[in-house]
């Protein structure tokens, strides 16, 4: 499966960096999110990709904000 990138870095990558960062475990981060453990980690190891909802619910669970630019959509 084809890793979306962003800013040369991975979902995979940001989403396991951002939460190591702010010290919340795989599963803390997974109930505060609202999606599944196993998801989490296939995103982290690159196994998935988060569709927008789900990426969406991570990124607001770690306080972070997604910015769309016109050529990622």
């Known amino acids: 499966m084809s890793e ?3 800013e040369g870095l991975s979902y995979g990558t940001i989403i396991y960096q ?3 960062r702010k010290g919340i475990s795989r ?3 997974a109930q505060l999110a609202g999606v599944s ?3 989490l980690f296939n995103y982290e190891h690159y196994s998935a990709v ?3 909802e789900q990426l969406s ?3 607001k669970a770690l ?3 997604i910015v769309w ?3 990622d959509i």
């Open 69 to 71: 630019r016109e050529h």
């Open 37 to 39: 453990r196993k998801s």
């Open 18 to 20: 951002s939460r190591k």
């Open 63 to 65: 306080g972070a904000e």
């Open 4 to 6: 979306k990138k962003i």
């Open 50 to 52: 988060p569709n927008v």
């Open 57 to 59: 619910k991570i990124a």
């Open 27 to 29: 599963n803390a981060l």
